[in-house]
């Protein structure tokens, strides 16, 4: 059974730093390339960044190129996205979604930007 | 960006109709090896978003045949046979053709 399991949400300062974390099992998680969408409350999907099955080629919405850094570590299965920078637009629940079908998704943790 | 535009936002239907949901693209979303990157997701109330249907006509693993897709370049379609409860939430076609993946706005399917 496919599994994506996030971690690291929370609530931060605007300007301070978080850590995203998405747990891959149950598929051969370096055969797929990865993507984090994000949706501010009540509102809409929208796409954040994607990364290729290697992690070599990676890609940002324009509003977090330069703050967002999406990686992968295959060994461990694992999706990252370090997020600095943060500001209040940045607050929403992030996803973890599986290759260029969307074939599965996490059950999201929640990002919350205030002072 | 394309933008996805789905019609209605809205749908009140009673269990056992059936309902059609509306996606058209700014752009043609046949990429350059022929295929389209055109799908369609499920977030029922509370919960994530579940990928139906994947390159416009295409119906994901377990997912019931009550559910189906067409169209092609700009011009797309869910359709729901027999709506049951289960089915209630808000509807979402997404595409992976261009550069970025946008998403439309969704379309809240609720109970009359």
């Known amino acids: 059974e496919v599994q994506l399991v996030e971690s690291g949400g929370g609530l931060v300062q605007p300007g301070r730093s978080l850590k995203l974390s998405c747990a891959a099992s149950g598929f051969t998680f370096s055969n797929y390339g990865m993507h984090w969408i994000r949706q501010a409350p009540t509102k809409g999907l929208e796409w954040v960044a994607s990364?290729?099955?290697?992690?070599?080629?990676?890609y940002y919405r324009d509003s977090v190129k330069g703050r967002f850094t999406i990686s992968r570590d295959n060994a461990k299965s694992t999706l990252y996205l370090q997020m600095d920078s943060l500001r209040s637009e940045d607050t929403a629940t992030y996803y973890c979604?599986?290759?260029?079908?969307?074939?599965?998704w996490g059950q999201g943790v929640m990002v919350t930007v205030s002072s | 960006d394309v933008v996805m535009t789905q019609t209605p936002p809205s749908l009140s239907v009673a269990i056992g109709q059936s309902v059609s949901i509306s996606c058209k693209s700014s752009?043609?979303?046949?990429?350059?090896?022929?295929?389209?990157?055109l799908h369609w997701l499920l977030q029922s109330p509370g919960r994530s978003p579940k990928r139906l249907i994947y390159?416009?006509?295409n119906l994901g693993s377990g997912v019931p045949d009550r559910f189906s897709g067409t169209g092609s370049q700009k011009d797309f379609t869910l359709k729901i046979s027999r709506v049951e409860a289960e089915d209630l939430g808000v509807y979402y076609c997404?595409?992976?053709?261009?550069?970025?993946?946008?998403f439309g706005a969704g379309t809240k399917l609720e109970l009359k």
């Open positions: 997404a595409q992976t053709t261009h550069f970025p993946d946008t």
């Open positions: 990364i290729s099955p290697s992690g070599g080629s990676t």
């Open positions: 979604a599986m290759s260029r079908y969307f074939d599965y």
């Open positions: 390159q416009v006509s």
């Open positions: 752009q043609s979303l046949v990429y350059s090896d022929g295929k389209t990157y």
